[in-house]
């Protein structure tokens, strides 16, 4: 995948700032354009009172006024010294913001979606929180959940690739060889639990034993078979496993990440990209 076009969802707070210098630097290693899209939050008037005309003449000047600042704030952000290097479009959405942004996204024909997002605690977490996990949800393109504040110049530093060795995750490798520093590191993790060892009456049997360096001996050859060929792209590719449940083994494997890149195995998350998206502390990338 090439990256073409970016869309940035924005609300101008520090969190939405990170993502958007996120995306600029992208943009600037890939020459990718930007396209910045700001979703006006508009109170709905009860039914009984829409009609009064004072009220609704007041309710489309609020809406300008709205306008007005959110239009300035978008010059402000394309009159940075990083963004005047790039090709900068913006757009003002009325609407669900979720929806605004994949919408926003299939018409601009983006290529990555860049959102940030408040946390993971408290009321902030249930606004934008939920606004970025719906899009990565629903988009049409790869969309990039950007925590950290670890995205450089040259690219990310350190990239944690999960694997299930599918084509999917090749994909998702393939797309974090394009996004690594040329000092960075690409760890390419999978994960595997033995059945008999999770059942008490074949614990330490014979069967497990065998079942276990069975197992062990094919990940860990092709898994290496892979990291090799891919280090025709990226010299730094380390292959490693583990036996753990997949979930809390990418969390784990997460932590001092700056970026994880996971992806998509139908149009629609699965439970454990939902669960990595949601609760990593570093950024996670889902490619589509």
Known sequence: MTLQTILVGTDFSPESNRAQEHAFQLAA???????????LFQPMLPASLAGLPKLAEASKDLEDAQVADAQAQLDRVSSTEDAQRLSISSTI?????AQ????????T????IVIGTHGRTGFRRL???????SVAHHAPCSVLVARSHKATKGGYRNILVPTDFSEHSQAALNMATKLVAPEGAIRLLHLWVNPFETQALYAGSEQATEYHQFVEASVQERGSAIAKEMRE???????EHQQQHTTEGILDASKGT?????????HRLGGVARA??????CSVLVVR
Do not use: C, K, Y
């Not at 606004?127 to 996990?133: I, K, M, P, Q």
């Not at 700056?258 to 139908?266: E, I, K, N, P, R």
């Not at 990595?276 to 502390?281: E, G, Y």
């Open 29 to 39: 290693i890939h020459e990718a354009d930007v396209h910045l899209v700001h979703v």
């Open 93 to 97: 959405g009325h609407g669900e913001a």
């Open 100 to 107: 605004v942004l994949i919408d926003n996204a299939a018409q």
């Open 109 to 112: 024909a983006a290529d990555l």
């Open 127 to 133: 606004r934008l929180g939920s606004v970025a996990e």
């Open 233 to 239: 792209l990226h010299p730094t590719i380390l292959f």
């Open 258 to 266: 700056d970026l994880v890149v996971m992806g998509a195995s139908t």
């Open 276 to 281: 990595i998206v949601r609760h990593a502390d």
